[in-house]
Each structure stands twice: as C-alpha cells, then as structure tokens.
C-alpha cells in the first residue's frame, strides 16, 4: 500500500476559482454522512472531524484550536488530515492540514460569496488579520479581482501589518465606518460577544462570518441575523452546533426555518441573490465534508501537476 504525502509544496498547483467549482461538483454528489466531536478543556478545543462521501471516500480530520499559541509563536490551529479510499478503505493520503484547513475554510467563503454577493462588489472589508484572514484576502482577491480591500483588527499594528503585504489594501481604524462603506464583510475573530452590529449594515452588502465555531461564539448581533437573508454552508453542522446560528433559534429571534439554504440547495437555485437590495449572510460552519471535498481537489491538483 502506497500513502500519498501531500506537503505544502502542493500549493503552487492550486486555484481559487478551480477550487470552488470542486466544492460545487462535490455538493452534487450523495449527501455527505458527518461526525463530529467536540471536546473543551477552557478555552482550548479538540475538534474530531469525520466525513463520507460516497465515491469520494472518507475522511478524518484532527483539530486542535489553542487561542493562546500566538503568545509563543504558534498558530492557533494544529493538527492533522487522513484521506481515505472509497473503494477499500485503505489510507490513501496525508495532506498538509494547514494547506487543506486554508483551502478548506476560505474556499467554503467564497463559493457563498460567488452566489450571494453582487459580481460588482468593489469594497471589501477583513475584520480580523489572523492567518485566515491573510487566506480571505488571497481568496476574495481571486474571485474579485477589481476590488479594494480593508482590514480591521482589535491590535491596529497587525492591520497594518497586513495590509502591508497586499497592493489595494488599506487599515480600517474605525469598524464602523468601514462596514458602512463596505460591498462585502467577511469576519474571522475568535471574539464571543458580537462585534458586527446589525445597525451598520447597509442595502445590497454580503457578510461572510467565519469565526464563530464553538456554541457559545457570535461575531454579528441578532439585529444583523433579522436584517438579512441567512444562509449556511451546511444546516447539519451549523443548527445545534455553532453559537452564530443556534443563539438566535435558542432565544426564538429566529427558526431553523429562516435559513434560506445550504450548499447543498445550490442545484435547485435555493442559494442565490434576490435582489440589489437583498443584504445576505453566509455562515462558514466549515463541515469535514468540505474538508473531503478540498483534501480530493489538493491531491488531484497535485498529482496532476506531477503528470500522474
């Protein structure tokens, strides 16, 4: 039996825009059979991921989310992807976790911006210039090639660090006035207490929330869930599981009902723009099935670009 290492050297095979059309394909396919298991010990997190999707394979995926790794130089997120064959079981693959977590989460952003947002959307606004941050703005650059982008961070020296590394990107000092001014928000912070207020939002914006992953975490306030059309990458790992959705249901602001759709309404035309007017919101939850879904498209990509 031959394992496949997938290093991060396989990045330079890889596309945004090919990405997301995986992503699509891979929703056409059988709907994906999850389990997750979620351990805490405070503010530390044992994610355990598993995904199966039939003639794609299987997948497990082992995340350790440690918010105070920055403080000696480590990323907040470690840990490993074991992809599995669909015609034996046999492992056939491990793949770089950061690649496939970096892939993965951005790319699951913006396969909802390229169905929800305005194709003229030309202002872009980052909160949060942590690594998936720097992941957002590679993606949205791709997808959106034209635009402008803002970054704003609690720390307003890493925003400008960030900013930095990128042409057309500026700091944003005052969130509010950048969301306001915004076409598109995506969020990526660890923050538990919303920090999007509904208030700001403004005709026509997409808001990408990707930080909430835990049930006690929301990065946008419940006038925001009321004022726009809700949609979700998938109901399985985002209602009873992630504070951004299962706060609002648990407080009767909103019904599980109330989410417009999933990826996997895309081909019944559920995950769509209503209107100029329409503000949408997108909740990343970040499913092992799109784990599977990327970590095939890496490998793919990869061998590919070997000639295999």
């Known amino acids: 039996m031959k394992i496949t290492i997938v290093g991060k050297e396989a990045e330079s095979a890889l596309n945004w825009l090919d990405l997301i059309e995986a992503l699509k394909m891979g929703h056409s396919r ?3 059979d999850l389990g997750d298991t979620f351990l805490y010990r405070g503010n530390d997190t044992l994610l355990n991921r598993v995904a199966w999707i039939d003639g794609m394979g299987s997948l497990v995926k082992t995340a350790n989310v440690f918010p105070a790794n920055p403080d000696s130089g480590l990323g907040t997120v470690q840990g490993a992807v074991n992809l599995y064959s669909d015609t034996d079981g046999t492992l056939e693959a491990l793949v770089d976790f950061h690649l496939v977590t970096k892939y993965k989460t951005a790319g699951d952003s913006l396969l909802g911006a390229s169905l929800l947002a305005r194709p003229d959307s ?4 980052i909160i949060g210039a942590g690594t998936v941050g720097h992941s957002l703005r590679q993606a949205y650059g791709a997808l959106f090639p034209e635009a402008h982008f803002s970054v704003w961070n609690r720390t307003a020296e ?3 660090e960030f900013a930095n590394q990128y042409p057309h990107t500026d700091t944003a000092r005052d969130l509010e006035a950048a969301v306001r001014a915004a076409d ?3 969020s990526a912070t660890m923050s538990t207490d919303p920090i999007l207020k509904g208030a700001w939002l ?6 990408d929330l ?3 992953y835990r049930p006690d975490m929301r990065e946008a306030d419940d006038d925001a869930i009321l004022r726009a059309t809700i949609h979700v990458d998938s109901r399985a790992t985002t209602i009873g599981h992630i504070g951004e959705i299962q706060i609002p249901i648990d407080s009767g602001i909103i019904q599980e009902s109330s989410i417009a759709s999933d990826f996997y309404d895309i081909a019944d035309g559920k995950m769509r723009r209503n209107s100029l007017d329409e503000i949408t919101l997108f909740k990343n939850g970040g499913g092992a099935h799109l784990d599977l879904m990327t970590s095939r498209y890496i490998l793919d990509a990869w ?6």
């Open 122 to 125: 030309r202002e872009i606004v």
């Open 158 to 160: 890493k925003a400008e």
């Open 184 to 186: 598109i928000v995506t």
């Open 202 to 207: 403004q005709p026509g914006q997409h808001i």
């Open 210 to 212: 990707i930080g909430a």
């Open 30 to 32: 059988p709907r994906a």
């Open 303 to 308: 061998q590919k670009g070997l000639g295999r």
